[in-house]
Structures are given as structure tokens and as C-alpha cells.
């Protein structure tokens, strides 16, 4: 098993970490990457607090520990879509 986590299994999150110099940016498309591969789009509030639980304690000021922050805040404030085209037709 790669990733140190069940919720990184290809470790991509923990590697984040591991990169010198990594720039905001390059964490949001790591964090793309991952929620698009590992949870199919599909992000959750517990999910991304269990990220943050698990990489984010020995680095607080890490640039993926921002993003991931920012990531929580969406799945927050992101209400579930409801109805469709025709819910919106009078």
C-alpha cells in the first residue's frame, strides 16, 4: 500500500507534503487530482477533516494544509444540488 491513509491510497496528499517549495497552486491541483481519483469527485466534510487529522498536525503553515483547510470550508458552505432542469421549468 502506497499511501499512508485509506483515504490516500496512491499517497498523493502525504507526498504533497514532502515536496520542498510547493506552491499553493500546485496543492489545489493535487487536491484535484486526488478528490477526482480517489473519491470520484466526491468530497465529503468528514473526509477532508480526516485529511487535515492526519497530515496537517506537524504542518500547519504547509501550503496543502491551507488548501485542504479551503477544501473543508467548500464541502461546508456547498449545499446539495436539488432538482434538475425540469424542477426549474413553471
Given at each position: ?11 498523493l ?23 477526482v ?9 468528514d ?32 449545499p ?11
Amino acid at each position: 500500500m502506497k499511501g499512508a491513509h485509506p483515504l490516500d491510497p496512491t499517497g498523493l496528499i502525504q507526498e504533497a507534503y514532502r515536496i520542498d517549495g510547493i506552491t499553493p497552486e500546485d496543492c489545489r491541483v493535487i487536491f484535484f487530482d486526488w478528490a477526482v481519483g480517489a473519491r470520484g469527485g466526491k468530497l465529503d466534510r468528514d473526509t477532508v477533516q480526516t485529511l487535515i487529522d492526519t497530515y496537517a498536525a506537524n504542518a500547519p503553515d504547509h501550503p496543502m494544509t491551507q488548501v485542504l483547510r479551503e477544501g473543508l470550508e467548500k464541502t461546508a458552505a456547498t449545499p446539495a444540488r436539488r432538482g434538475g432542469w425540469r424542477a426549474r421549468r413553471s
